[in-house]
């Protein structure tokens, strides 16, 4: 039989903080990839290239 881990789990305050950690790190990522599409799009507007 395994021993007892329930004094290694979190507690309900650690969950809700881990959980805003991810968010946060979910939030820039997203922020930070829509920034690059912007960024592509102001390339692609300010130095068109030859349609196709």
């Avoid at 969950?15 to 939030?27: G, M, R």
């Avoid at 990522?29 to 592509?40: F, G, L, P, V």
């Avoid at 799009?41 to 349609?51: D, G, Q």
Wanted: charged share 30%; hydrophobic share 30%.
């Amino acid at each position: 039989m395994h021993p007892d881990l329930s004094s290694h789990l979190h507690i309900e305050e650690c969950n809700a903080l881990i959980n805003l950690k991810c968010l946060k790190n979910e939030y820039v990522e997203k922020k930070t990839k829509s920034r690059e599409q912007y960024n592509a799009m102001w390339k692609r507007l300010l130095n068109p290239t030859e349609e196709i």
